[in-house]
Every structure is written in C-alpha cells, then in structure tokens.
C-alpha cells in the first residue's frame, strides 16, 4: 500500500476508532451539558474520519469509499492506535484516553497545517479549530478531576498510570511515518514528543496529578494493524448493519 494512503487511514481510522467509542457516552454522561458536548466531539471527529477516508480513497484508486473503509474491513486492516480501543471504564478512564490524544492530535494537526500536500494542510486547517476545542476541553476537564475530590483524584490519576503505556505509540515512527516526514508531509516525532510531554506535565501540575516517567515502556502495533481483543467488539457494533445488510442505505 503506498505510504501516503497508509499515512491517510491511519488519521482516519484514529479518528473514527475514538469518535465510535464516545458515542457510547451519549444519554449517560455525568451531565446535560457534558453529554452534549462530548458527543459533539464524537460528531466532529467523524467528520474528520470523511475527509481523511475520501482522500485515502481517491489516491488508492480500488474503488472504495468512506464507507467502504470503515464497515468493509477487518480489524487487521485498521491502523488506530491501541489507546483509542481501550474500554470507556469510568468516566476518568475515558477523559485521561481523550486528554492523552487530544494533545497528540491538536500538535499534529497544527504541524499538517504546513504540509507539502495542499490536500493534506486543507484537511487540517479545517480541523484545527475543531481540535482546538477539544484539547482545551478535555485540559480543563482533567484539571478538575483531579484538583477534585479524593475519588475523583483518585480515579483520575489511576486512569493516568493505566493507559500511560498506550501513549507514546503515536510517537513511534516506522517507515511510513518516516517517508511522510522525509516529502514534508508530516511533522517530526521528535518535535511532538517533546510538545506533548511539556502540555501533559503542565496540565497534571496544575491538576495535581502525578505524571508517569516519559521512558516508560510503551505498547506499540496497532498502527501495523495488531490490535487489542478490543478493537473486534468495536468494530463488531459499529459494522454490523453492512455486514448483515450489504449495500444498505437509508
């Protein structure tokens, strides 16, 4: 598969993966307001899901679309990364998840703003306001988990120490994202690492939360396509219609 196509899906399938794993909050979030707005994250991530898909598409040339993309394949073939398929758990869970790779997404999505693919930096100046919002959303959020009460603190930083070794895959280039960074394509790991490290440290101070030690072992796969059991219950949900109905359209 070429790189550049690889490069796309792995953008779309990261967030499609996350935008299906926060609908399951929708009508049970702590709130009215937080359920509206974590929904309306979920629907601003699918969004972006369209726009990578249909790029990834037309350069593959086989005939698929967005659709087909993301009911037709097997888990396998998804390039997510195995931070976004873990379980919602509590809502603490689901926020450190989010905080975790709204960090990573807005840094990335600020440096394809300067992409060498026109198609690419439209994409992502499309989506930076979007992305934005989120990254300060789930900040603020994470500062009052856990500047909160004892549980809530307590919860929050178990959830930090938990899902810390899924982290720092976005960071760990192989040769895809390597060719990508070589055409000017997309930013340096590097640069993201150390740009992430520095607004997760900030916000964990201001939040009391301790944070886990930056070299820390740290899972890695899902961007070559092997995944957690929990990608399959994901996608089982999420594909069923097509699988059962093939070619169903509303």
Request: glycine share 8%; charged share 25%.
């Amino acid at each position: 598969m070429d790189n550049k196509v690889n490069y796309l899906l792995r953008l779309g399938d990261n967030a499609l993966i996350l935008s299906q794993q926060l609908s399951q909050w929708c009508g049970k979030g702590p709130a009215l307001e937080e359920d509206m707005a974590l929904t309306n994250v979920a629907l601003d991530l699918l969004g972006q899901t369209r726009l990578w898909y249909e790029y990834a598409a037309e350069l593959e040339g086989a005939g698929r679309d967005e659709d087909k993309l993301a009911y037709l394949r097997d888990a396998h073939d998804f390039k997510n990364c195995l931070l976004l398929e873990q379980p919602n758990g509590n809502y603490a869970d689901t926020l450190v998840r989010q905080f975790y790779f709204d960090t990573w997404h807005y840094f990335v999505i600020e440096g394809l703003t300067r992409s060498s693919d026109a198609r690419i930096a439209a994409i992502a100046e499309k989506s930076l306001k979007e992305v934005t919002y989120h990254l300060r959303r789930s900040g603020d959020l994470i500062v009052r988990l856990g500047d909160g009460t004892e549980i809530s603190h307590a919860r929050t930083q178990a959830a930090a120490d938990a899902l810390w070794m899924y982290s720092g895959e976005v960071f760990a280039y192989d040769a895809v994202d390597e060719a990508m960074v070589a055409a000017g394509v997309a930013p340096a790991a590097d640069e993201l690492r150390a740009q992430w490290l520095a607004h997760v440290a900030e916000i964990f101070a201001e939040a009391t939360l301790v944070m886990p030690p930056a070299d820390a072992w740290m899972q890695k796969g899902g961007k070559q396509g092997r995944h957690s059991e929990h990608l399959g219950f994901i996608l089982a949900e999420m594909q069923f219609l097509q699988r059962a109905y093939p070619g169903a359209e509303w």
